[in-house]
């Protein structure tokens, strides 16, 4: 039995597990810490992840929210201040002493769903995670798309209206902006400015500016229709970016995270209607599925101990 270990770094937390390659699905043993402000901290909050998880250490795999390069160099992460050029790799060996992996999180999540998740055994996957922005992760061929600098897969700020709202990366109209967490909460305090979603703002306290998209969720699980109906004008923005992706790169599957997944048929439902109509050759393609993911909070993590070990021939 080979036991392997992952790390996810997101803005709050350093999330660490101990999963079996041969069953990676199951997480045996979890250590998880908040992130802390700085490089050099953030590199010694990871290091005694990995220590206090209690395996030998052969082999670490991180995943990171952020652009990490193929010599594992993070270069920038709009959700960990301060943290740009730095060389996780080399530094986490230096603390470890063992192989080290690092990859972006969505990557890592898309790995850990197509080993061991909702596309397992399927060589050509669309993975993405609706959160505060959005995270994707592409599969092809059974190889992670990394691209020529292994900046590849930030589907979420592909501009899909260009007269759209600001980006923080600097640009307008960006898939996040529209169809994440984030663009749920934009577009539901729109509709509610105009006189609609009275549910949606009671749960809110009444501010306009305290809505949230987990307003818009919890007002949906109740049945009120005014939040269903925006649940289908949102999940249009989805499905948009979804179709673009499948055009592309002909996936056989989409595989949808995070947190907004958990509000379940109220979105994925819609999202199914409306990518049949969006994507180029529906009917010669009407096999590829459009699921929620597996593996939870978990799938980066797990992902990232599987690139690991790959990393280090196990």
Known sequence: ????????????KILGIVVDEDDP??????????????????LDAIAKVARELSVPLTSVGVGIAG????????QSAPNLPNLHQVPVREELFHRLGCSVAV?????????????????????????????????TGLIAGGEVIRGAHGFGGEAGHMVVDPAGPHC?????????????????GRLAREVAE?????????????????????????????????????????????????????TLLDSGIVVIGGGLVEIGEPLMSPIRDHYGNLVMAHDQ????????AQLGERAGAIGAALL???RAGR
């Open 1 to 12: 039995m080979s036991q392997l270990i992952g790390i996810d770094i997101g803005g709050t």
């Open 308 to 310: 690991g070990g790959r």
């Open 103 to 135: 990859d972006n999180d969505a990557t890592c999540a898309a790995w850990g769903e197509h080993i061991a998740g909702a596309a397992r055994g399927i060589p050509d996957a669309t993975c993405i995670t609706l959160g505060t922005g959005i995270g």
């Open 194 to 246: 105009a006189g609609r979603l009275d549910r949606v703002l009671e749960l809110a306290g009444g501010e306009l500016s305290a809505l949230r998209g987990e307003h818009v969720a919890q007002a949906a699980t109740e049945g009120d229709s005014q939040a269903l109906d925006l649940l289908r004008a949102f999940a249009w923005w989805v499905a948009l970016g979804l179709a673009n992706l499948v």
């Open 25 to 42: 699905a199951v997480v045996q043993a979890e250590f998880r810490v908040p992130t802390p402000a700085g490089a050099d901290n953030v």
């Open 67 to 74: 652009l990490v390069d193929r010599d594992g160099v993070l």
């Open 168 to 184: 923080p990366c600097g640009r307008r109209g960006c898939w996040e902006r529209m169809a994440s967490g984030s663009g749920l």
């Open 285 to 292: 393609r009407a096999d590829v599925r459009v699921e929620p």
